[in-house]
């Protein structure tokens, strides 16, 4: 890996994605400095994974890499996000992991945003079989549950089901009858991580709550702790 991108940050959603590329990153060389994740201007939740932000900072404590949280609107995101690199930038970073596989439309908004403010956009994953990517996740030993579904497609009791080989056996069973991605790409689902080689600690979860809104479950973490390995 170039010199030029040895430090990086990387985009955090607190999910198996984001997770498994910042584990591929440093395994290939890369130093992460820091974890960066955009949440809504109320800071009640972050973007992508509805996730609270005090459960991302936990995770952050756990992984021994300091979070970076910027409040934001979806009108606002892109700008909030501009400025957010350009503070990496000039903390000596020049490049930045992001856990995408094979969003064309997201890739291009990644490598316009990051070549505006002369960022390397590092995606570990791209263009990985996404089967692949699974198996390689549950086999590096990490951690993950579901933590939102689509309605239409999970019924509420895949909210905490473990990403293990079972699930995605679970899963290439609903892909034969529904047009759904193995990784969960076009939101299908989302997962929080808990544990694995990036941990120093890994996080328990003790009380949760299942919530239906705009057409999805929600896994409301109530109750976690962190604990030793």
Known sequence: M???IHQVFTSWSGGKDSCFACYQA???GLKVRYLANMITEDGKRSWTHG???ELLE???QAIGVPLIQRRTTMANYETEFKDMLLAF???GM???VFGDIDLEQHRQWIDRVCQQVDIIPYLPLWGQSQEAILKGFIG???????VVARADLFSQEWLGRKINLDFLSHLSELKQTNEIQLCGEAGEYHTFVTDGPLFNRRIEILETNKVLRDGYWFLDILKYALRSK
């Open 26 to 28: 440093g395994v290939s």
């Open 2 to 4: 170039e010199a030029t």
């Open 140 to 146: 590096s030993e990490f951690e993950a549950i579901v």
């Open 58 to 60: 936990a995770q952050s």
């Open 51 to 53: 996730l609270s932000p």
């Open 89 to 91: 930038k000039q903390m």
């Open 94 to 96: 020049r490049g930045g």
